[in-house]
């Protein structure tokens, strides 16, 4: 199992008036991961603790529980599975009469490998942007007919690496996104659910190649397979 250390959004169910429980909790703190998603088949750790009047941490058993099945969360520990990418599923924490209000995942698929294709685009002269850059995140599936499906809402990143722009601000070619990077989600296919091109920065004169790097990402920000393949973009 990954283990992963997220910044704290609490969700918080209960209030000062409430009556305490025989432990004296009064209300659950959850913290949700950031970002909230999980991974077909990965797991991530939900944490919580109860409070009393005094807002200090009380030392009592909690209760984890989902009505949703697209991931699965065992009771006890709070760690949650993906099941069915491109969806949501809703957890919450619970000490005796107390519940936690619901703390929404989105699913994404696992991505397994990276392709890209083709590795070479032409931009013609007198035309501002290339064709859309072509790359999939895909996850592995025995019940496809090419063994794969599209890692739905998976991460992939796309930069311009070369030539090499020290300040932003004198670039002379950009991404779609107006930007020299972009992080995009994988869609049903696998490919970009935005659309990434190369364009020529207006005024300015394009080299001419440019070097995109394109790269995959787990949950966890390891690397997915084939990550870091580039395309090769010649102005003409």
């Given at each position: ?5 997220f ?13 305490t ?8 703190e ?8 999980v ?15 005094q ?51 989105t ?17 013609p ?38 030539p ?66 580039e ?6």
């Open positions: 199992m990954r283990r992963f250390v910044p704290a959004l609490l969700l918080v169910a209960g209030c000062s008036n409430l009556p429980d025989a432990s004296g909790v009064i209300s659950l959850v913290i949700r991961p950031e970002p909230a998603t991974e077909v088949g990965d797991t991530i750790q939900l944490s919580a603790r109860a409070l009393d009047a807002g200090d941490s009380v030392a009592v058993p909690i209760t984890w529980q989902t009505s949703d099945t697209t991931i699965w969360v065992d009771s006890t520990t709070g760690r949650v599975t993906g099941l069915v990418p491109g969806k949501t599923g809703r957890v919450q924490a619970s000490e005796t009469s107390l519940v936690s209000n619901p703390i929404t995942l699913v994404i698929g696992r991505p397994d490998t990276l392709v890209v294709a083709p590795d070479t685009l032409i931009v002269a007198g035309t501002s942007a290339s064709t859309a850059l072509v790359a999939s995140l895909l996850s592995r599936d025995d019940t496809a007919a090419s063994g794969f499906i599209g890692a739905v809402g998976a991460r992939m990143i796309i930069a311009i690496t070369s090499t722009f020290t300040d932003p601000a004198t670039r002379t070619v950009q991404l779609s996104n107006n930007a020299l990077a972009d992080t995009v989600a994988a869609g049903a296919d696998g490919l970009p659910t935005t659309a990434v091109t190369v364009n020529r920065v207006d005024g300015a004169t394009a080299p001419d190649t440019v070097r995109v790097t394109i790269s995959g990402v787990h949950r966890s920000g390891a690397p997915v397979a084939g990550s870091g393949q395309v090769l973009v010649v102005f003409q």
